[in-house]
């Protein structure tokens, strides 16, 4: 797949991830990570650099890093090493982050998904443990900032793609698809207001076939939207300043999503830093980090079923399209509800061909009830429409008992709460199909007899004729009769 140029440009982009781990306690420390804490109310000793103490590894860090190289094909190293990253900011208390650089805990690997229908990978260069710094707060204290170093010493897997995506809508798909796979695995919360899922975008430009750019790194871009607005802002800044003959000065950017009318823009914040520019060495405090062969056989029994080799399955046993099979699997509680649904589902045919059931499921997942919990911020886990209700509701209609637009019907009335039984709500509502042959028989009859011109102009030749009997049949019957049994008939009846 070629990514289209942009003004004679090709992009290049390479993500780096943070995806904040789901331990209990920091990744070297015993001080807790749960969010919204008052400030400085889940620091301890170590967090806060005070002399004479020495971090512990976390072992729960550990496996999930071992979690997530298993999941996207790497190799987990048997021996890594941890090392001081030096810096000088007013929320890093050491003046240094510990974190690993010449030999990380996960090595290669490659990110899966789907871009406009089609299959694509991104290679992975590494992911790497390390701890996260504090946080500056600005405006608490009039004329002053605030330092809250609850978040320091927060595990964290950072994730580093090779620069491989060529469109910002790439990046997000690849983004979209690496936060499925850490939510799924229970590795990250994967809440990006929190920052717990966060990207920054190293992204630069070059004529097809010429070197790569110099390239600016986006930072700390915290939603799929603003990544995607970023890189379009940053494409379009480096595009002008080469056009007016300017050089590009490798930077640390941020982005401003309220300039420009909304479209955004990327400012420089400083010259970007080089690894030589951190002084890395090892950390003299922990040791090499050893992982034994048995410890990643255990954790890998351990693994769910990943979501690409569930989509797979979904295609191969159920029939589901790709584009299908991927967006049920876009997170493991819909999985679940699409299984859950299907299955009841398939029980209710009795007897029946359920062959079309699985697609059936996953047009009503796709379409209806994702559209309501999108409307409503809602997790599919807060459905007020169980997987029961929505197969029993797929089952009448696929029996014909009613029409798919009453089937919508019924579906308000269950997320409204208006009853849980189906057939009590079909009942109710008088959504029932009129699917008698002689009823109908009847009433078309009439229908023909008083549209004598339609008919004559059907036998002359003219389709659209047809559809206005139908028109007139689903009236007779005020919209009740079953569409395909009108059909059906009136075929019959034109062709006598």
Known sequence: MHAPLIRGYE???????HAQLSTTSKIFSGAPTAFGAAPNTQAAPVDLALPGTLPVMNRGAVE????????????????????RKNYFY??????????????????????????????????????????DAGKSVHGAVEGASGIDLNRAGTPLLEIVSEPEMRSAAEAVAYAKALHTLVVWLGLCDGNMQEGSFRCDANVSIRRPGAPFGTRREIKNLNSFRFLQLAIEAEVQWQI?????????????????????????????????????????????????????????????????????VMAARFQREDGLPAYD????????????????????????????????????????????????LNTEERG?????????????????????????????????????????????????????????????????????????????????????????????????????ANPGLVNELLKKKLAG
């Open 11 to 17: 992009v290049v982009i390479g993500l780096e991830t």
């Open 64 to 83: 999930r890093a071992i979690q997530f190289g298993l999941a996207v094909g790497a190799t987990v190293a048997p021996r890594s090493i941890f090392a």
């Open 90 to 131: 007013p929320d890093l208390p050491k003046g240094y982050q510990i974190s690993q650089y010449e030999n990380p805990v996960v090595q290669g690997g490659a990110i899966d998904f789907l871009l406009d229908g089609q299959a694509r990978s991104v290679r992975l260069t590494r992911a790497h443990l390390e701890e």
């Open 240 to 308: 002008e300043r080469l056009e007016d003959g300017l050089p590009i000065q490798q930077a640390t950017v941020l982005f401003d999503p309220d300039a420009n009318g909304g479209r955004g823009e990327t400012r420089s914040m400083r010259t970007k830093e080089d690894a030589h520019d951190y002084r890395y060495f090892p950390d003299p405090d922990l040791p090499p980090l050893v992982i034994a062969p048995e410890w990643v056989e255990r954790v890998k029994a351990a693994m769910p079923e990943l979501p690409g």
């Open 325 to 372: 099979a991927a967006m049920v699997t876009q997170s493991l509680p819909f999985a679940r509800y699409y299984e859950a649904a299907r299955d009841a589902c398939k029980a209710l045919a009795a007897g029946r061909d359920a062959t079309g059931v699985p697609k059936l499921v996953a047009n009503w997942l796709m379409g209806e009830l994702s559209k309501r």
């Open 380 to 480: 599919i886990e807060a459905s007020p429409v169980s997987p029961a209700q929505l197969a029993a509701l797929i089952a009448r209609i696929a029996d014909g008992t009613i029409s798919n637009n009453a089937g919508k019907q019924v579906f308000d009335a269950l997320w409204g709460g208006e009853g849980a039984e189906v057939d009590a709500l079909i009942e109710a509502k008088g959504l029932k199909q009129m699917s008698d042959t002689g009823e109908l028989e009847a009433i078309l009859d009439a229908v023909l007899a008083a549209n004598a011109k339609s008919v004559e102009e059907f036998r002359a030749g003219k389709d659209k004729a047809f559809n206005a009997l139908v028109g007139q049949a689903m009236k007779a019957t005020k919209g009740k």
